[in-house]
């Protein structure tokens, strides 16, 4: 696509209670631009990627707020992306497009989303207006009940125990927090052991069965930035350069029940469709950041990736030498959505910013070793929006 990262930006990721969502906008900016080397003068357009600026933080029309990160970005166009989930990656997307149709020659692109002005009820509710809402948010449906259909749909269609997924499902929580732990701006540093994570108990509670808290992803306040060029600009700026070779975008139906779930099938198609574009395949793959916003999610994505056959992710976990740390495709060496954080709209962005950082050798927590290509795969809603990108280190 020769269109590269020349800057990036991570912010502490939790209960941000001295931040506001404007405050994480403009810290998210600054630092990208900072990193990037050119001037906010040079930067010709903003994309923000936000969830729901209205639902938590009583504000709209949040891109605008962007002028504020330097006065050499007064004037310049503010667009807001909105794809739930995967407003980040959708911003990454536009800023990208932007560039290709000539319209800009160097973008600044934001994820952010401030969440914890809610209590729990409040962003229940708010996060539920990205489910169909006639079927699922308004008759109760919950994320982790949507997302406990595909347990249920995959252990179902593959004739596994409960039992069996607990474990796997555990497996899952204990290699991402075991990775956060060496993460700084992971939200939460607490290891789980393997019975912990596959039991309930008070401190692990049933959320949705056969989801518990431990399969669930965090509520997070956070922002994440990039700043993108053509490569050949981004090469004659910058030592180190990642490139975005393909970036794929896959929408399924809206209601679940029109859908199936024993599997992440918009997924597999956004996954071959970046690895067609890119010129690359599973192998080539040397570190993922996946949307793990459920455990079983994770699982669906190392089948989507190709990492292992449909129904095999258990093994792949088990084994070892694949998804975890110091294995040939680690995955959410962050410690992902379930222990890195999920601030929503700041997700895709900072997916991107973890792995163009892998790519350089410039890791935020544990550096992949040999890693030149990388995949990000983000999604919106109940595996609804899939955009999924390769990077490659070119220079």
Not at 240 to 263: G, M, T
């Amino acid at each position: 696509m020769n269109i590269s990262i020349i800057g990036t930006y991570n912010s502490k990721f939790g209960k941000l209670e001295d931040k506001t969502i404007y405050d994480l906008i403009v810290e998210a900016g600054k630092g990208a631009i900072e990193d990037s080397k050119v001037s906010a003068k040079e930067i010709n357009e903003i994309w923000v990627g936000n969830f729901s600026a209205g639902g938590f933080n009583n504000q709209e029309h949040i891109a605008a707020w962007a002028t504020k990160i330097d006065p050499d970005l007064r004037y310049k166009p503010c667009t807001r992306t909105e794809v739930a989930c995967a407003s980040g990656a959708a911003a990454v997307k536009g800023g990208m497009y932007s560039i290709l149709a000539k319209k800009a020659k160097i973008v600044l692109v934001i994820g952010v989303e401030k969440m914890c002005t809610l209590d729990i009820k409040g962003v229940t509710k708010t996060l539920a207006m990205a489910s169909y809402w006639p079927e699922e948010g308004a008759k109760g449906m919950t994320f982790p009940g949507l997302f406990a259909k595909f347990s249920e749909g995959y252990q179902k269609y593959h004739n596994y125990s409960r039992e069996q997924m607990d474990k796997w499902q555990a497996m899952v929580a204990v290699k991402n927090h075991s990775n956060a732990m060496k993460n700084p701006l992971a939200q939460m540093h607490r290891e789980y052991t393997l019975e912990f994570a596959s039991q309930v108990s008070d401190k692990n509670p049933m959320i949705v069965p056969p989801l518990k808290l431990s399969d669930c992803s965090l509520v997070s306040d956070g922002a994440a930035a990039l700043v993108l060029a053509d490569t050949e600009i981004a090469k004659s700026i910058k030592d180190k350069v990642v490139e975005i070779s393909s970036l794929a975008h896959v929408n399924e139906y809206l209601p679940i029940s029109d859908r199936c779930v024993y599997e992440n099938r918009p997924g597999k198609i956004a996954v071959q469709k970046a690895y067609k574009e890119a010129g690359v395949n599973v192998n080539n793959i040397k570190v993922a950041e996946v949307h793990d916003c459920f455990t079983i999610n994770e699982m669906l994505s190392y089948e989507a990736m190709g990492l292992c056959k449909d129904g095999e992710a258990g093994k792949i976990l088990e084994a070892g030498d694949v998804v975890h740390a110091g294995g040939r495709c680690p995955v959410n060496l962050s410690g992902g959505l379930k222990a890195k954080g999920h601030p929503v709209g700041a997700t895709g962005v900072s997916m991107h910013v973890l792995i163009a950082r892998q790519l350089i050798g410039e890791a935020i927590g544990i550096q992949a070793q040999n890693a030149d290509i990388g995949l990000v795969f983000n999604v919106g809603g109940a595996n609804v929006t899939n955009i999924v990108s390769i990077l490659k280190r070119v220079k």
